[in-house]
């Protein structure tokens, strides 16, 4: 566990408890740095929302833009979560600024004590864009107490944190749609139709102009390209650097926020074809895991998504791949175990692939009890007793493309047993 983690784990209410009347509080307490923050990018969603970011960073910074970034959660150190002007915030910074927050007196949740020290060190850094992921939610969620952002961003809206957020799109297409403000434009990627339909009336009620992708502009995959058509032009735009047809979405809706912030073309070509984001379908080439998949003559792959949502994505990419380069597949999943296992292998089910489960350090599902569920959607599966196990028997199995996948925190341990393959 690295430090910032290990301290927040020590000292501060392991939970989830939505509302913002602790952290209006503790803003309040350290003077109001939301409101001091450089020009604010608000993004939620259900899925798509750190690639939209990642595209939106790599786009502002190609323009000579000095960007701050907040996101959520992290991978392999809680660093990650807080980008000043470009770099990952320094241990001892955070470790200054938390002291700062704790010192106020306010009981807040481990979210809102990192999100408070995020604003305080974003305001109190130069930059000129500040690029803000909604943690969970969007209504109540710590982030939301950004007033007045230059441009709100809801990503595609669909089940997850049910335990939080409820079962129904409609319901938590809501509490998305909760970070619209009266007179701030929002860019909205394309939805379902009760999602979408809740979305327009929160921004009717609030007073908000909707760009909404699928009505306003649109973008598809064109030669080996992609391409983005909007009211009144047409971008001809470089094959995003994030692998699969959905990240197309996912950097159109970053396009179509970009000419919101009304960035040269250059710089948009340049973001979408250079944007990264570890853990989203990551070809693994580096690293042990990567060695030894490579000695076996097979490709590895890594990729964080862990709802019904995210594995159709993965589906399909994966569909693509074998249709263009097909080899024998296999799956190394492994969830935490309040997610919907059943949604997630549903939508793996077609692909043929055979399904090694393991557990890691946390809340994980049973590995006997997610290969159950995986063979109930007609796969094959079998449990490991771990990571190392699990791709020692796919290689030998005779995959010659593996897939990590299943949960961020999975995602974690692998690029974690490796400092080459750190996020920075």
């Not at 929302?49 to 910074?61: C, N, Y």
């Not at 979408?196 to 598809?220: P, S």
């Not at 080996?224 to 909007?230: L, S, V």
């Amino acid at each position: 566990m690295d430090p910032i983690s290990r301290r927040l784990l020590e000292r501060l209410p392991q939970k989830i408890d939505l509302s913002l009347d602790r952290m209006r509080a503790l803003c309040a307490a350290l003077c109001d740095p939301q409101d001091r923050l450089p020009a604010v990018v608000h993004v939620a969603g259900t899925n798509g929302k750190g690639s939209t970011v990642a595209f939106l960073r790599a786009m502002a910074e190609a323009a000579g833009l000095r960007v701050h970034v907040y996101t959520s959660p992290h991978l392999v150190r809680f660093n990650e979560r807080i980008r000043l002007a470009g770099d990952l915030i320094e241990t001892d910074a955070l470790n200054a600024l938390l002291d700062r927050v704790e010192a106020r007196g306010v009981p807040v949740t481990v979210f809102e004590a990192t999100t408070a020290a995020a604003l305080l060190a974003m305001a109190e850094t130069p930059a000129d864009l500040t690029l803000i992921e909604v943690g969970l939610g969007g209504r109540l969620d710590a982030t939301n107490v950004i007033d007045r952002p230059l441009v709100s961003v809801i990503a595609p809206v669909d089940l997850d944190h049910a335990e939080f957020l409820g079962t129904d799109r409609a319901v938590i297409a809501g509490e998305k749609a909760g970070i619209l403000k009266p007179g701030v434009p929002a860019v909205i990627a394309r939805q379902a139709e009760d999602a979408m339909a809740v979305i327009e009336a929160e921004a009717a009620r609030v007073g908000a102009r909707l760009t909404v992708m699928g009505r306003d502009f649109d973008a598809w995959p064109e030669r080996g390209a992609m391409a983005w058509q909007g009211e009144d032009r047409l971008l001809d735009l470089p094959a995003p650097a994030l692998y699969g047809a959905h990240q197309i979405d996912n950097a159109a809706l970053a396009v179509a926020v970009a000419l919101e912030l009304d960035l040269p073309e250059a710089a948009i070509v340049r973001g979408v074809e250079t944007a990264q984001w570890p853990a989203r379908m990551q070809r693994l080439t580096e690293g042990r895991y990567a060695e030894v998949a490579r000695e076996a003559d097979a490709e590895l792959w890594l990729d964080g998504g862990h709802n019904p949502h995210a594995a159709a994505a993965l589906a399909d990419a994966l569909s693509r791949m074998q249709a263009r380069a097909p080899r024998p597949l296999a799956l190394i999943c492994g969830m935490l175990a309040n997610k919907d296992a059943g949604g997630f292998f549903e939508a793996l089910g077609d692909t043929g692939a055979h399904v090694f489960t393991v557990p890691f350090e946390g809340a994980a599902a049973d590995p006997a009890a997610l290969a159950a569920v995986a063979h109930g959607h007609g796969l094959g599966a079998t449990p490991c007793e771990g990571l190392d196990a699990a791709l020692d028997r796919a290689v030998r199995f005779g995959a010659g493309r593996v897939v990590i996948c299943g949960s961020l925190y999975l995602a974690g341990e692998v690029l974690g047993a490796d400092d080459i393959t750190w996020p920075r």
